[in-house]
């Protein structure tokens, strides 16, 4: 079993920056992959980045230059350092992670980016 508690969202001015954080437990979590998702309103789920157990990452076109993830395998934290941010960046932003078929999912954070 898997828990993700996310936590960092909040309210920023376009330009500003935010740094999410997703502490997880349960599980070995070194050699696992996670990800960060976000679902902004009236819209889908959307994949942003993943970070694998080597620590190789990758994003979604739309947040590439100015979004960072990281890990931290000893806390079992990972993090997404977003700058630059956008209005169309607000959303509910998850943590995710998974084991074989099973998908866990945190609560999510709010990140709401005025104009």
């Known amino acids: 079993q898997v828990q993700l508690v996310e936590s960092g969202g909040g309210l920023v001015q376009a330009g500003g920056s935010l740094r999410l954080s997703c502490a997880a437990s349960g599980s070995i979590f070194s050699i696992y992959a996670m990800s960060w998702y976000r679902q902004a309103p009236g819209k889908q789920r959307e994949w942003v980045s993943t970070i694998t157990s080597g620590g190789s990452t990758d994003y979604t076109d739309s947040v590439k230059g100015r979004f960072t993830i990281s890990r931290d395998n000893a806390k079992k934290m990972v993090y997404l350092q977003m700058n630059s941010l956008k209005p169309e960046d607000t959303a509910v932003y998850y943590c995710?992670?998974?084991?074989?078929?099973?998908?866990?999912w945190g609560k999510g954070t709010l990140v709401t980016v005025s104009s």
């Open positions: 995710n992670t998974a084991r074989g078929v099973m998908a866990y």
